[in-house]
């Protein structure tokens, strides 16, 4: 912590102290008084009462890192047996060597495990695995070559958290639900969830991550058919009047705000990604997502647009053959939406840089260099300069162009 945020600190202490030694004390006669008797110690405290919200606002945690946000991000998507393994030198040397500059680093994985082990006496010891044997080490290796480094929190798809907490989750009958994967998640309405998952995104700030990016900031895809028949608590959102698909968006919007919130004395910035079909829509009725309205409460917007996981979309019979066409036409639509806002986030868009095979013959493409390109391409045309590639194993395309327009 540096020497401002200690005198924010103490500043704070004191001013509550005073208020607890006279709280009978109205500050309304007191400057009265002061302005007739003059009297200077009492003028620096009315001073200090006027400022404190600012100088609260100002105390930010000092990680002892410093990362230098780049022209625009460009960055690829990394698990933690890659941060912690043998592939995490390759990728350096990839971002190195590339107009690359960023790396999204599970921090808590799909399956609601920390991707490393915390200290003894932390809450989320249960869940630490070794994946990332010396998260300091690895921090210290992205400042040296100066890679903005971005801490992925899955929020609410979480089977460890669901099991460990049943009445956090959903339930089928004495069960916690699964959907047909074997997953679980955890539910959105609730408080204590919401606490669970911005403090581990405290412990990813503390540790010198410069961005916060929340993904599965939802309810369960295909909810809306469930959710009359699970059971679950409504937490705060038990008396509300409107109906269950705005509780839902009331729900994820109002996290994403509270984490956003409580992510500030760190610094951080806050991200949130989100289904690409969202934007397409009023908001998405059976997980919670209101485009608009996730937009309106964070840093940057992280908009899933893999061509694969489209279907017949904006004209397009078969979107994964045809990745700038794509690209291009949600880009616009997305672009339109943002514009609509008083206070749009950066966006951020996810690529493609996978092939999806599964997708059936005459289905898909092999995606390599050229299919790389063409969606940043689309996005560059569009005026969207920052992007991240998803491959889920970690094994990017070489020899990418990655600023197709420069």
Known sequence: MNNKSIFSVISLIVFLLVLNLSPQHSFAEDEESVKMNGT????????????????????????????????????????????????????????????????????????????????????????GKPYIKNPKTMMDTLQENQIYPIARVVVFKDTELANKKPEWS?????????????????NPFLKEVWDYNVDLAIEAAKMGFQEIQFDYVRFPEGFETRDNEL????????????????KRVSAVTDFVAYAKDKLKPYGVKVSVDIFGYSATLPEAPGIGQNFSKISENVDVISSMIYPSHWTSYFGIAKPDLEPYKLVSEYAKLENKKLGELESSPVSRPWLQDFTASYLGSGNYLEYGKEEVEAQIKALNENGIDEFLLWNAGNSYTEDVDYTPLD
């Open 40 to 127: 200077m110690p009492q003028k620096k405290f009315f001073d200090l009462k006027r400022e404190l919200p600012e100088v609260i606002n100002r105390f930010t945690f000092d990680s002892g890192y410093t990362f230098t946000y780049p022209d625009a991000v460009r960055g690829v998507y990394v698990t933690g047996h890659s941060a912690g393994g043998e592939r995490f030198d390759s990728l350096i040397n990839l971002i190195n060597g590339s107009d690359l500059n960023a790396m999204v680093i599970d921090i808590k994985d799909d399956w609601g495990n920390l991707t490393y082990i915390p200290e003894e006496n932390s809450p989320y010891s249960s869940i």
């Open 170 to 186: 959903f339930k089928d009958g004495d069960k916690v639900w699964k959907n047909g994967r074997g997953e679980s998640f955890v």
């Open 231 to 246: 059971s679950y608590n409504h937490g705060d959102y038990t008396d509300e009047s409107s109906e269950n698909v705005q």
